[in-house]
């Protein structure tokens, strides 16, 4: 994939079992850590903007990495995704869903993975022509039965469940057919991470990347 070619939210959620929750609180690690998810399998790297370092690291990624596709997570705001594609990010997970947030990303050439936990919010995201979602918080709002409970109202919908995902259970989620990749964190542990042990995060992305859908 060229790195100018657009996306859709299915190339993302179809690229890979897992997309990596990342936190990064250091510039410096954002460029080995990227190298090592890619080397491991994964290429669509979720950087939240929970630091305020997330958008330098963005940008680092996009410059020095660019066979990965970084993506800003929790946007909550339409300067949020202004500023994340302006720092090279190529798509955008939020932990909700506002309709201002979803405009700003069309206008960006975003495509947006916008978190949902209830049918009203499935249906809110559907009125703006939205049907690959972020089912956020998942362990906490129903899991496995919330996901097989949609299966029959929102039929059409392909969620990336995220939130209490651990290795353990994602194959269990991964089997649901409303179900196209999950979210998580545990390939991308904090403490790999502030150590540099990146050849840790290589090997658990290279698992994540072999886990069936």
């Given at each position: 994939?060229?790195?100018?070619?657009?996306?859709t939210?299915?190339?993302?959620?179809?690229?890979?079992?897992?997309?990596?929750?990342?936190?990064?609180?250091?510039?410096?690690?954002?460029?080995?850590?990227?190298?090592?998810?890619?080397?491991?399998?994964?290429r669509?790297?979720?950087?939240?903007?929970?630091?305020?370092?997330?958008?330098?690291?963005?940008?680092?990624?996009?410059?020095?990495?660019?066979?990965?596709v970084?993506?800003?997570?929790?946007?909550?705001?339409?300067?949020?995704?202004?500023a994340?594609?302006?720092?090279?990010?190529?798509?955008?997970?939020?932990?909700?869903?506002?309709?201002?947030?979803?405009?700003?990303?069309?206008?960006?050439?975003?495509?947006?993975?916008?978190?949902?936990?209830?049918?009203?919010?499935?249906?809110?995201?559907?009125?703006?022509?939205?049907?690959?979602?972020?089912?956020?918080p998942?362990?906490?709002?129903?899991?496995l039965?919330?996901?097989?409970?949609?299966?029959?109202?929102?039929?059409?919908?392909?969620?990336?469940?995220?939130?209490?995902?651990?290795?353990?259970?994602?194959?269990?989620?991964?089997?649901?057919?409303?179900?196209?990749?999950?979210?998580?964190?545990?390939?991308?542990?904090?403490?790999?991470?502030?150590?540099?042990?990146?050849?840790r995060?290589?090997?658990?992305?290279?698992?994540?990347?072999?886990?069936?859908?």
């Open positions: 994939m060229a790195v100018n070619t657009p996306l939210s299915l190339d993302v959620m179809r690229d890979a079992p897992v997309i990596p929750v990342i936190v990064l609180h250091d510039v410096a690690h954002a460029v080995p850590l990227a190298r090592a998810l890619l080397a491991g399998g994964i669509m790297l979720e950087v939240t903007l929970r630091t305020p370092q997330a958008l330098a690291c963005m940008e680092a990624i996009a410059r020095d990495v660019p066979d990965a970084v993506g800003a997570g929790t946007m909550r705001s339409a300067a949020d995704v202004q994340s594609a302006m720092a090279g990010a190529r798509f955008g997970v939020s932990p909700g869903y506002t309709s201002k947030v979803g405009q700003a990303c069309r206008d960006a050439g975003l495509p947006l993975l916008p978190g949902v936990a209830t049918g009203s919010e499935i249906m809110m995201a559907q009125e703006d022509g939205l049907t690959e979602l972020k089912f956020f998942a362990m906490q709002a129903g899991g039965a919330m996901l097989k409970a949609w299966q029959g109202p929102f039929g059409e919908t392909t969620f990336c469940p995220t939130g209490g995902i651990t290795s353990a259970n994602a194959p269990e989620f991964l089997a649901l057919s409303n179900v196209a990749c999950v979210g998580g964190s545990w390939i991308v542990p904090n403490d790999a991470i502030a150590s540099g042990d990146w050849g995060i290589e090997t658990l992305a290279r698992a994540a990347s072999q886990l069936a859908r």
